[in-house]
């Protein structure tokens, strides 16, 4: 599997940006797909993702209620809306994905920069 992250940039504080990851390769059903962000100096930590079942989503608690994931199936792409943007959201973000059997992610993207400036 491979992933492609792009819609990363700069953006004033309380403002918005949508990431997309597209998926190629050998994708199928079983594959789900998430979000990682890492900050400077900071170690990656988990952002948004698909529970097992594909359908239900969860995310961490510094961005509940401010960014949301979905997905188009038809495309193999995942994204992430990120809105109310603060500076401390500033990090490189990375697609990742697992298969629904296991919590580890497996296959990761190259990240896109998101830096927001106050």
């Known amino acids: 599997v491979q992933l492609q992250a792009s819609g990363g940039g700069l953006v004033q504080a309380g403002g918005s940006l949508r990431l997309s990851c597209a998926a190629s390769?050998?994708?199928?059903?079983?594959?789900?797909m998430g979000w990682f962000r890492q900050a400077p100096g900071k170690e990656r930590e988990f952002v948004a993702g698909?529970?097992?079942?594909?359908?239900?989503?969860y995310y961490a608690d510094f961005v509940k209620g401010r960014f949301s994931i979905s997905r188009d199936n038809a495309k193999n792409t995942v994204y992430l809306q990120m809105d109310s943007l603060k500076s401390e959201d500033t990090a490189v973000y990375y697609c990742a994905a697992r298969y629904h059997w296991t919590a580890e992610y497996v296959y990761w993207g190259q990240g896109t920069q998101v830096t927001v400036s106050s």
């Open positions: 698909f529970r097992w079942n594909g359908d239900s989503t």
């Open positions: 390769g050998r994708t199928s059903s079983s594959v789900r």
